[in-house]
C-alpha cells in the first residue's frame, strides 16, 4: 500500500512536469523548469533511500516534494482548475487524512496545503470517456473532443456540456472522416 502510494507520488511529479510544460507561457516555462529541479533532487534521493531499504526517508523525500508541488498548482488560479491537479489533489487528501503527521508537526507548507485541500470540492468525480478526450475540465463544464477508436483520429472540434450533477452518462454518436467508422460516444460520470 505505501508502495503503491509512492508511485502514486512520483507520477504526481512527473505530471506536474508534463502539465507545466504543456504551456506556452514563458513564465509558466520557467517555473516548470524550478520545479524539475526540485524534482530531481527528491527523485534521485529517494531512489538512493529506496535502493538502500530506507523507505521511510524515501516516503518523507516524496511527501515534502509532492507537498511543495502541490501548493504551487494549486495556488496557481489556471492550474488549479485542471483536471489531472484536481485528481491528484483529491489523493493527496485522501493520503493525508490515512499519513500525515498530528497537526502540531506540520512544516508551513502543510499548513498551507491543507487549507488548499479544505477548498477542494468534495465528492471527487470521476469522468470515464470512451470515444473522446477529456480537453479541460472545471467545476460547471467540460470540454471534449471526439477520438475515433479505430484509428485514433482526433476530431478538431472542442465540445462543451455542462457537468451534471451526480452519476451521469453524456451520449453521442461520431462518424470518423478518416476511416469512415461510425461509433458510440460515451462520457460516463461518477
Ligand atoms: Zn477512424
Not at 58 to 72: G, K, N
Not at 131 to 140: E, H, P, R, T, W
Amino acid at each position: 500500500m505505501k508502495y503503491s502510494m509512492m508511485i502514486c507520488l512520483v507520477s504526481m511529479a512527473v505530471l506536474t512536469f508534463i502539465v507545466l510544460a504543456d504551456s506556452e507561457d514563458s513564465a509558466d516555462v520557467h517555473g516548470a523548469i524550478g520545479i524539475q529541479r526540485g524534482t530531481l533532487v527528491a527523485e534521485v534521493s529517494a531512489l538512493q533511500s529506496l535502493r538502500k531499504g530506507n523507505t521511510s526517508e524515501a516516503i518523507e523525500t516524496l511527501e515534502r516534494h509532492s507537498y511543495v508541488t502541490a501548493v504551487i498548482l494549486l495556488e496557481n488560479p489556471v492550474w488549479k482548475t485542471d483536471l489531472a491537479v484536481q485528481m491528484f489533489a483529491v489523493e493527496l487528501k485522501h493520503y493525508r487524512k490515512q499519513h500525515a503527521q498530528p497537526e502540531s508537526k506540520w512544516t508551513v507548507t502543510e499548513k498551507r496545503l491543507e487549507e488548499l485541500l479544505k477548498e477542494l470540492k468534495e465528492g471527487n468525480r470521476t469522468i470515464i470517456p470512451t470515444g473522446a478526450v477529456i480537453v479541460k475540465q472545471d467545476s460547471k463544464c467540460l470540454y471534449y473532443k471526439k477520438q475515433c477508436r479505430s484509428c485514433s483520429f482526433l476530431s478538431e472540434q472542442q465540445i462543451g456540456t455542462t457537468l451534471p450533477k451526480g452519476m451521469a452518462t453524456i451520449s453521442s454518436d461520431f462518424t470518423c472522416p478518416k476511416c469512415g467508422k461510425k461509433q458510440d460516444v460515451r462520457i460516463d460520470i461518477k
